[in-house]
């Protein structure tokens, strides 16, 4: 079993850290992850000269191939330029077996993540850009978001394309 618990992970200028698909029987316990990422700037309008901010780097990025829960549970993910923790996945290769799957992410605050621009990013993201590699067997359960920005229209968590998912107990 892989734990890594009571970790301090910061100022890392991209993902804090990687939790990937071959690394079974996971669990990242009681640890701080905050500042991860870089600000990317995409030119929007040449003839203005204006910007889209993006913020890229999330704090967790996640897929789990096997049988067994990968586990998040207490801790703290704090202004990471994309969101604390992104379960995603583009492949749509057929031939694989789904790895994005058996997740429990329990106990975790969420402050101010998708940072700087925090207006399009939530806190968790759960999604694949495939129909055959769907997340499934995912427990969102008793976590806490917090956003301070009034102008927000992202909630803390954004779930798309999955199989079975169970969100309970959240505070938004």
């Known amino acids: 079993k892989n734990i890594f618990s009571n970790l301090v992970i910061r100022n890392i200028p991209g993902t804090g850290m990687g939790s990937w698909k071959d690394t079974s029987d996971s669990e990242v316990y009681g640890c701080l992850i905050y500042n991860n990422g870089y600000i990317r700037h995409q030119k929007v309008n040449c003839s203005n000269n204006t910007y889209e901010i993006l913020g890229k780097g999330p704090g ?19 202004n990471n330029y994309d969101s604390g923790i992104l379960v995603w996945s583009a492949s749509t290769d057929s031939t694989t077996n789904p790895f994005i799957k058996n997740y429990l992410i329990k106990n975790n605050i969420f402050i101010n993540n998708g940072g700087p621009q925090r207006d399009d990013t939530p806190a968790i993201v759960v999604n694949s850009q495939s129909s055959t590699n769907q997340p499934e067997n995912i427990n969102i ?24 998912i169970k969100i309970e107990n959240n505070s938004f």
């Open 60 to 78: 967790i990025y996640t897929q789990n191939r096997s049988n067994k829960n990968r586990r998040f549970e207490n801790n703290i993910f704090h």
């Open 141 to 164: 359960n008793a976590n806490s978001f917090y956003l301070n920005n009034r102008s927000n229209y992202i909630s803390g968590l954004t779930v798309n394309n999955t199989k079975s």
